[in-house]
């Protein structure tokens, strides 16, 4: 147990671990179902840690549409939580984050620095670039990564897997 482990944080991430239903949306001008390689990785880690994928989307990097399909997702009911990959970065068409603000009710700014900080680790400077960012729209998480296979599987493992349930089970409660 490291300095900062504390049986009780311990505890809640325990008692969180029950699995629950995700929503997965790839956010590509180019991709299809046949190449989502970040969408397949996300799924397969949801899915390998007990987790169900509700669905998943393919849309282009129109901010309508992105917005469009976290809302469906949350608005079915069926899902504590959106996954979305891609279009997080500076490139003109990157407007994911744009997208999904206006939507948030609770911003996780921890996961975008968490992420950062460890994607500088692997990648140096070029981590900076990255807005990869986490809110709550109600009760449903919802995070935004870059749209490489990399980055998705650094903060699906280290970051997003692993607190999951947890988060999901406090945002359920009153």
Do not use: W
């Amino acid at each position: 147990m490291s300095r900062y482990d504390s049986p009780s944080a311990e505890e809640h991430r325990a008692a969180g671990a029950a699995p629950i239903a995700c929503g997965v949306i790839t956010v590509s001008d180019t991709r299809t179902a046949a190449d989502d390689r970040s969408g397949d990785l996300i799924a397969e880690l949801l899915t390998a840690a007990g987790h169900a994928v509700a669905g998943r989307r393919i849309v282009p990097d129109e901010p309508t549409a992105v917005a469009a399909a976290v809302r469906e997702f949350v608005d079915c009911g069926q899902v504590a939580a959106i996954l979305l990959t891609g279009g997080t970065g500076i490139a003109p068409r990157d407007q994911t984050p744009e997208a999904v603000a206006g939507l948030l009710t609770k911003e996780l700014p921890g996961f975008g620095e968490l992420f950062r900080m460890l994607s500088y680790q692997e990648i140096g400077p070029a981590a900076m670039l990255s807005r990869a960012c986490g809110g709550m729209i109600g009760n449903v998480a919802v995070f935004l990564m870059p749209g490489s296979t990399a980055a998705v599987r650094l903060a699906m493992e280290r970051l997003i897997v692993p607190e999951l349930g947890h988060l999901a089970k406090l945002a359920s409660h009153p």
